[in-house]
């Protein structure tokens, strides 16, 4: 199995900044892609940002110019700093990776971290 803890969440005052860590371990041949998604309470789940095993990045339009997502792959690690952050941005945010298990598969099985609360309030 393939096991993605979080951490790094918490409150913050509008306008501060917060950094997200996902770790993954277990059963991993190669990482082909990592990410961040977010749901607030109500709304469904969508992507903050994402990043590739080769570095390629997208971003949701809500995140550019305000995230940086980045990754160490030697880590099976990935980043999300947050800054100027907004009231909207507040929402459990989620990891997700696309995992190669072994050397003999192609197969990309996806996994899910636990969530991690972000509040941002005065």
């Known amino acids: 199995q393939v ?5 790094g ?23 082909n ?12 789940r969508d992507l903050v940002a994402r990043i590739t095993n080769v570095g390629s990045t997208d971003y949701a339009d809500s995140a550019k110019g305000r995230f940086t997502i980045s990754r ?17 941005d507040t929402a459990v945010y989620y990891c997700r990776a696309g995992v190669r298990k072994t050397s003999t598969t192609t197969y990309i099985t996806t996994y899910w971290g636990q969530g991690t609360q972000v509040t941002v309030s005065s």
């Open 72 to 88: 160490d792959n030697a880590k099976n690690t990935v980043y999300l700093q947050m800054n100027s952050l907004k009231p909207e």
């Open 9 to 31: 969440g918490g409150l913050v005052q509008p306008g501060g900044s917060l950094r997200l860590s996902c770790a993954a371990s277990g059963s991993i041949f190669s990482i």
């Open 33 to 44: 892609y990592m990410g961040w998604y977010r749901q607030a309470p109500g709304k469904q």
């Open 3 to 7: 096991q993605l803890v979080e951490s």
